[in-house]
Nanobody
Framework: QVQFVESGGGLVQPGGSLRLSCAASGRGFSIWAMGWYRQAPGKERELVAT???????NYSDFAKGRFTISRDAPKWTIYLQMNNLTPEDTAVYYCHAAAKGWTPSTSWGQGTQVTVSS
């Protein structure tokens, strides 16, 4: 399956920015798309954004206009540039992968904590 190494989280003030990184590698799993998800305390994990091999992107409504997902080819390293952060963005951010047809990887990254607070 896929292994992920996430980094870039931290503490930031409201209105600030952070850039998350995730490097994916694996055997026996052909990555076709990757995405960022987040989970806030007491809430379910939710999609933030995805990017495909063809660099098509998709964003949840709360991320549109503030977050940008990108990837480095040919290796699967993805980034999430987050601007104008609010306390509601506080969560653990995870990256994930899918094969063609959006078949999900069974593994997840360890997550990186993002805390937005003054």
């Amino acid at each position: 399956q896929v292994q992920f190494v996430e980094s870039g989280g931290g503490l930031v003030q409201p209105g600030g920015s952070l850039r998350l990184s995730c490097a994916a590698s694996g055997r026996g799993f052909s990555i076709w798309a990757m995405g960022w998800y987040r989970q806030a305390p007491g809430k379910e994990r939710e999609l933030v954004a995805t990017v495909t091999a063809g660099r098509s992107t998709n964003y949840s409504d709360f991320a549109k206009g503030r977050f940008t997902i990108s990837r480095d080819a040919p290796k699967w390293t993805i980034y999430l540039q987050m601007n104008n952060l609010t306390p509601e963005d506080t969560a653990v951010y995870y990256c994930h992968a899918a094969a063609k047809g959006w078949t999900p990887s069974t593994s997840w990254g360890q997550g990186t904590q993002v805390t937005v607070s003054s």
